[in-house]
């Protein structure tokens, strides 16, 4: 079974900034795409960001322009970096990993991130 680990969230005030981290348990190149996706309460689960095995990168409306998602290869860790946090990105972040041959879909457990005065 892999695991995927966030960490990172914090209280932040707004216009802050802050950098996720999702650290998985296998190579992260068997993956065909990693992505960061975030669920506030009484709200449906959004894709934040994502970026495929070959780099390709995608964001969501909402936070485009404010948000990088990366990857570190070695650490087997995948980064969303997000600035001028606005009190609407408060969330439970988490990271989920899609894989093919066997198709597979894997979540965390997720990171709180708080923006407030």
């Known amino acids: 079974q892999v695991q995927l680990v966030e960490s990172g969230g914090a209280l932040v005030q707004p216009g802050g900034s802050l950098r996720l981290s999702c650290a998985a348990s296998?190579?992260?190149?068997?993956?065909?795409?990693m992505g960061w996706y975030r669920q506030a309460p009484g709200k449906q689960r959004e894709l934040v960001a994502e970026i495929t095995v070959l780099g390709d990168t995608n964001y969501a409306d909402s936070v485009a322009g404010r948000a990088t998602i990366s990857r570190h290869m070695t650490r087997n860790t995948v980064y969303l970096e997000m600035n001028s946090l606005k009190p609407e990105d408060t969330a439970l972040y988490l990271c989920?990993?899609?894989?093919?041959?066997?198709?597979?879909?894997?979540w965390g457990q997720g990171t709180q991130v708080t923006v407030s005065s």
């Open positions: 296998r190579n992260i190149l068997d993956f065909t795409t």
């Open positions: 989920k990993a899609e894989a093919d041959s066997p198709r597979s879909t894997y």
